[in-house]
């Protein structure tokens, strides 16, 4: 594939034609791919409803752009090379041909269980091959897959299913992650307790633990496959049918599912999965992020798969056997390409440096990061003892709404800068605004992040509720697309972007609207009210912290340890462990302005632990709470 670009000149060019003559730009870049029937048109959009097409009446199923199109050439190259959680137990690798047969028969069996275009699926599977094949075989038949990330509760779950009346579950029967043995299975059951959308329940064996599988309903992956042929063709899709709905959090309780459609998603992961890791035929590249996320999505599967690539897909946690895993399986399969969060980087560094320096780390090439702002202590320690000072380190940001990433060094091609995302890739049209919405330009500027262009892997609707999408993204600032995060972009015009903006808190680069933890602290009995902060987390990035307001009188044995206990297994079980406060105050009244409102400002400061620049809190509802809450912070 002509992709690739190959040099600051080549970049500046590209750049350049993409804002001055878009529709050409991607044209070229989208005759590349294989479509059933070419566009009408390129681009068609407006940011006022918001309406957005690209490659308009094109038809295309994004799976023969995987398969199809590359067999002469890719058949037997491997597509995706699976390592397991232990370490003695065999890896999987699946070459192309391999690959699409099994997507064949697993579309075949969705076919046969009355999956048809348009259906929605949920898959709520470990990070096995099986989870890409199962996507795979949803675009095969043009069901439009929903993945729900199996660290997420049973009430997380059903919510999801119920947002998108799903018609079927595809699952395990449990998870191994380092020594644990999670169940699986027994979580969908819960979430299908009550009536649900669900007529069927497909169930991979992985662990071989107990479970029970509900005649009528649930059917074993091995089973449902048994005798099916290997052999489909593709539904035709157009343009602009939906290929996936992903869940995600935001500012208010309940998450959204953002929709992503088929050829725009395909061209652009394609085009800046093959010039932000600089992938050439033959490398192996790595991103350790799970199916669950965007990142899964966009490049572990569908980027590295259309653009020919090996994906490599790993089932465990970092830090098993030992916190040397990562390197381990860069040394084992000779790893080029290499993609991670901040999160990974910061928690290794603290093991020091002898699970590094025991393996074989010169088979890298890009080093990559993604999910929040990289600090420059971790930048620095990647760069340093990861790629030993030779792999450039492309900080990628982008999010779960723009389907693929937005700003990025090229590596090798344009600089990179300790914590700057750096520039826009092409097709990217950034602006800084200020709060009243008025476009800073220049350098040296600081404000929020908007795209004022539409791209092709953008949202195109919140599943079941444009409305929503329009007034989350939309309205802020009219004509613009709103990112949600504040931004630098300093003297030499590079990009910086600073975290999040609105009420949503990152932490281990996954999201978490605070509302939303708050609705599920709000579920304990004794609770009466509480607030939800980010603060600043040596290793996660930004950890969770909870005022809770509570009626101790209504219970006589509970103190405050064991209702704190209580409150952090309460979100476990209606979110899901990724959700749980590290830090629990119990309070007799949450800081108010005299319309009600929460002042979060002093919520923020005191769980940071700086009580300095507190303002003026004389204007409260209720001053005095202010210094209840320090004490009890034990920073008095
Ligand atoms: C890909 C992903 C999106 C939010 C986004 C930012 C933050 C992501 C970076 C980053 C600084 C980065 N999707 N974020 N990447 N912040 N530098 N390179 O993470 O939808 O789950 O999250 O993550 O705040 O808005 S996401």
Redesign the pocket.
Known sequence: MALKINSLGGYIHEYQKSVNTPEKFWAEIADNFYWRKKWDKVVEWNFEEPRVEWFKNAKLNITENIFERNLFTHADKPAIIWEPNDPNEAHITLTYKELYEKVCQFANVLKGKGIEKGDRVIIYMPMVPEAAIAMLACARVGAVHSIVFAGFSSSALADRIEDCKAKMVITSDGNFRGTKKIPVKAVVDEALEAKSSIENVIVLQRTKQDVTMTAGRDTWWHEACEGVSTENKAEEMDSEDMLFILY?SGSTGKPKGVVHTCGGYMVYTAYTFQNVFHYNPGDIYWCTADVG???GHSYIVYGPLVSGATSMMFEGVPTFPDAGRFWEVVAKHKVNQFYTAPTAIRALQAYGLDPVTKHDLSSLKVLG??????NEEAWHWYHTHIGKGKCPIV??????ETGGILISPLPGITPTKPSY?TLPLPGVQPVIVDSEGKELKGNSVEGNLCIKFPWPSMIRTTYGDHERCRTTYFSTYPGMYF???GVKRDEDGYYR?L??VDDVI?VS?H?MGTAEVENAINEHPLVIESAVVGYPHDIKGQGIYAYVIADMSASETDTEEELAKEIILTVSKIIGPIAKPDKVQIVSGLPKTRSGKIMRRILRKVAEGDISNLGDTSTLLNPEIVDELIAKAGLA
């Open positions: 995600t996320w965007i990142t990061s993604v999910g929040e702002p990289i900080d990628t940001w982008w999010q779960t995302a990112t949600g995060d972007i975290g999040r990152n680069g999201r």
